[in-house]
C-alpha cells in the first residue's frame, strides 16, 4: 500500500525547509533553509544568504519572515508557522517574537547559539510580549546530517584537500 503523504504536516514542510537548505549549500552558504506557512500553504521559502549578500542579517529566518510580511501584508504574522532546519540564533528569535509567529518549527538544536532552547529560549521568554510555541527535532537527523557534511566539507577544502558539491 503506498503511503499517504500529508501535505500539512511538519515532516512536509521541513522538507521544504530542507530544499532551501540545499539551495544554500549550492551556492557555499551555511545550509539553513527556512519557509512560513499560511493557513497551510507556504507563503515564504528562503535559504541563507549572508555570504552573496555580505549581510550578517541575511539569515534563512529573517528572509523568510520579510517575504511572509509582504506577501500577508502586514507586519503580524500571528496565524503563521515558520519552519527553519536549525534552532533560531538571537536575532532571529527576537523577530519572530516580534511579528508574533504563533509556532516555529525547527529540526535541529544549536548549542552554541540556540535561542529556541538550547543556549537560551528567547522564543518564550515570559517577560516579552508574545511567547510562540515551539516544536523542535522534526527531521532532526537529516538537518544534523546536512550541517555536519557541510561543514566536514568546508574543512577538507580549507585542509586542501578539494571537496565537491553540496547537499
Not at 537560551?120 to 515570559?126: D, S, Y
Not at 537529516?142 to 584537500?161: D, N
Amino acid at each position: 500500500m503506498d503511503e499517504i503523504i500529508d501535505l500539512h504536516s511538519d515532516h512536509y514542510f521541513m522538507g521544504e525547509a530542507l530544499r532551501q537548505a540545499r539551495k544554500a549549500w549550492g551556492q557555499e552558504e551555511v545550509p539553513v533553509g527556512a519557509v512560513v506557512v499560511f493557513q497551510g500553504q507556504v507563503i515564504a521559502r528562503a535559504c541563507n544568504q549572508v555570504e552573496g549578500l555580505k549581510d550578517a542579517t541575511a539569515h534563512a529566518e529573517m528572509l523568510a519572515i520579510t517575504q511572509a510580511e509582504a506577501a500577508v501584508g502586514d507586519w503580524r504574522l500571528n496565524e503563521c508557522d515558520l519552519y527553519v532546519t536549525k534552532e533560531p540564533c538571537p536575532m532571529c528569535a527576537g523577530a519572530m517574537v516580534h511579528v508574533r509567529l504563533r509556532r516555529v518549527v525547527f529540526g535541529c538544536p544549536s548549542t552554541k547559539d540556540g535561542a529556541g532552547g538550547s543556549l537560551m529560549n528567547l522564543l518564550q521568554h515570559p517577560q516579552l510580549n508574545h511567547r510562540c510555541e515551539v516544536t523542535s527535532g522534526v527531521r532532526h537527523d537529516e538537518c544534523v546530517q546536512m550541517l555536519q557534511a557541510f561543514f566536514r566539507e568546508r574543512r577538507s577544502e580549507a585542509r586542501g584537500g578539494g571537496g565537491g558539491g553540496g547537499g
